[in-house]
């Protein structure tokens, strides 16, 4: 029996700053309503040490926190990576992922119409690609303005671009060929 693949190692990374990002933007947005008038308020009406002492808690605080959010999006970027494998079978292609609620997809060659790669701004800092395959009837849905895209039911996330270009490729051809023998 062949092994299922796993994503490219650099995968962690792109998991982890794509966690990461809203963390961050949260955290500065947080610090800057918030925090920083408070620290600046407490330093300016007095001038006591204990409210200084009060203003080096929050910075410490604040520290503290960014690092302990920090580290569990790096945990959840590496168990990510570990729990996401895939394989080109010869009914079809198949995808494990998950940490806590495993998701199975199983998609046969022949109801793929599309295979898109795509690649974010991380994902190309980090050299990797975004594999999208789209099947009939879930590319897209008819909305209240026409047709509008859902996404595809099944995406690759975080390969090299030559391993995503292989993969496409492989994957076109496996489904043409499904198609002209009638799905056989």
Same mark, same amino acid.
């Given at each position: &029996?062949? $092994?299922?693949?796993?994503?490219?190692?650099?995968?962690?990374? =792109?998991? =982890?700053?794509? /966690?990461?990002?809203?963390?961050?933007?949260?955290?500065?947005?947080?610090?800057?309503?918030?925090? @920083?008038?408070? @620290?600046? %308020?407490?330093?300016?009406?007095?001038?006591? #040490?204990?409210?200084?002492?009060?203003?080096?808690?929050?910075?410490? !605080? =604040? *520290?503290?926190?960014?690092?302990?959010?920090?580290?569990?999006?790096?945990? =959840?970027?590496?168990? $990510?990576?570990?729990?996401?494998?895939?394989? *080109?079978?010869?009914?079809?292609?198949?995808?494990?992922? %998950?940490?806590?609620?495993?998701?199975? @997809?199983?998609?046969?060659?022949?109801?793929?119409? /599309? @295979? #898109?790669? /795509?690649?974010?701004?991380?994902?190309?800092?980090?050299? *990797?690609? #975004?594999?999208?395959?789209? $099947?009939?009837?879930? !590319?897209?849905?008819?909305?209240?303005?026409?047709? &509008? %895209?859902?996404?595809?039911?099944?995406?690759?996330?975080?390969?090299?671009?030559?391993?995503?270009?292989?993969?496409? #490729?492989? *994957?076109?051809?496996?489904?043409?060929?499904?198609?002209?023998?009638?799905?056989?």
């Amino acid at each position: &029996m062949l $092994t299922m693949k796993k994503l490219d190692p650099k995968a962690v990374w =792109f998991f =982890f700053l794509q /966690n990461s990002i809203g963390w961050i933007v949260f955290i500065l947005f947080f610090s800057l309503c918030f925090g @920083v008038p408070s @620290v600046i %308020g407490i330093i300016e009406e007095s001038r006591t #040490d204990i409210l200084g002492g009060l203003a080096l808690i929050y910075l410490v !605080s =604040f *520290l503290l926190i960014s690092t302990v959010i920090t580290l569990l999006c790096y945990l =959840f970027a590496k168990l $990510t990576y570990s729990n996401y494998r895939y394989e *080109l079978k010869e009914d079809g292609f198949y995808k494990e992922s %998950g940490i806590i609620t495993k998701k199975y @997809v199983t998609i046969p060659y022949e109801r793929i119409q /599309n @295979v #898109d790669i /795509n690649r974010g701004i991380i994902a190309r800092i980090l050299g *990797l690609s #975004d594999l999208q395959i789209q $099947t009939a009837g879930m !590319s897209s849905a008819y909305g209240q303005h026409g047709a &509008m %895209g859902m996404g595809a039911e099944g995406r690759l996330p975080a390969v090299s671009e030559s391993d995503a270009l292989v993969i496409r #490729d492989e *994957l076109i051809k496996r489904a043409k060929g499904r198609k002209e023998n009638g799905g056989l």
